[in-house]
Nanobody, 121 residues
Framework: QVRLVESGGGLVQPGESLRLSCTAS????????MAWYRQTPEKQRELVAA???????NYADSVKGRFTISRDNAKNSVYLQMNSLKPEDTAVYYC???????????????WGQGTRVTVSS
């Protein structure tokens, strides 16, 4: 079994920062792309940022220059540093990862349970 567990959400004021963390646990052989998505009641789930196991990161245009995604392969973790937060960043943020199981060798896409970020004055 593989799980993704997020942390770091909360309530902040516009212009402030938050750092989200996500750690994968379980029977893991390899982790490929790790990413953050977000969703609001008004919008479909959208990609915020992604970082492949090798290669360059990519970001949604709305967060470029404000958010930074990074990963620590030794810890099976991915992070999202969010600076200069805006009210429109308010959403539930989900961690996503492509993981090959050490038990079955199957490659599966996994989602975390989500962490809520609220930006409001």
């Amino acid at each position: 079994q593989v799980r993704l567990v997020e942390s770091g959400g909360g309530l902040v004021q516009p212009g402030e920062s938050l750092r989200l963390s996500c750690t994968a646990s379980g029977s893991i052989l390899s982790i490929y792309t790790m990413a953050w998505y977000r969703q609001t009641p008004e919008k479909q789930r959208e990609l915020v940022a992604a970082v492949p196991s090798g290669g360059s990161t990519n970001y949604a245009d709305s967060v470029k220059g404000r958010f930074t995604i990074s990963r620590d392969n030794a810890k099976n973790s991915v992070y999202l540093q969010m600076n200069s937060l805006k009210p429109e960043d308010t959403a539930v943020y989900y961690c996503n990862a492509d993981i090959r199981s050490a038990a079955t060798f199957a490659r599966t896409n996994y989602w975390g349970q989500g962490t809520r970020v609220t930006v409001s004055s």
